[in-house]
């Protein structure tokens, strides 16, 4: 009777296959976080805003964003023109070290096109 020994080979095939898994969700999960804009709103007194509101985020180098989205300054009256006939509040949250010249534009832009409710927000709005 002639014994075998034993084997010492692993199957590392179910090993790769969970890495393999791994990999993906994190390079998708990593994905999702892309469309954020951190805006550091300036502090101050206010009222909470009610209802459904149209967010315009100005980042620190003066890029404006609207739900992730990047648009340009040519755009916004209209953008805030729809948001006004739905019956959505225009506010305006620019970041605390955003050049206050890109605001005072946007203001200026805005009441050349009629819109005179855009509000700015500040923290805890």
Do not use: C, W
Not at 41 to 52: C, I, S
Not at 113 to 124: C, Y
């Amino acid at each position: 009777m002639r014994v075998r020994p034993h084997s010492t080979d692993v199957d590392i095939t179910p090993l790769l296959d969970v890495m393999f898994m791994l990999i993906i969700f994190f390079v998708i999960t990593t994905s999702f976080s892309r469309g954020e804009i951190s805006v550091n709103l300036p502090g101050g007194q206010g009222n909470r805003m009610e209802g459904e509101i149209t967010v315009l985020n100005v980042a620190v180098d003066g890029k404006l964003f609207i739900n992730g989205m990047e648009v340009v300054s040519a755009d916004l009256a209209d953008i805030a023109q729809e948001s006004e006939k739905s019956g959505r509040k225009f506010v305006i949250a620019g970041d605390e070290a955003a050049p206050y010249g890109v605001i005072a534009n946007i203001l200026e832009l805005l009441r050349a096109k009629g819109i005179s409710t855009a509000t700015l927000a500040i923290e805890g709005y």
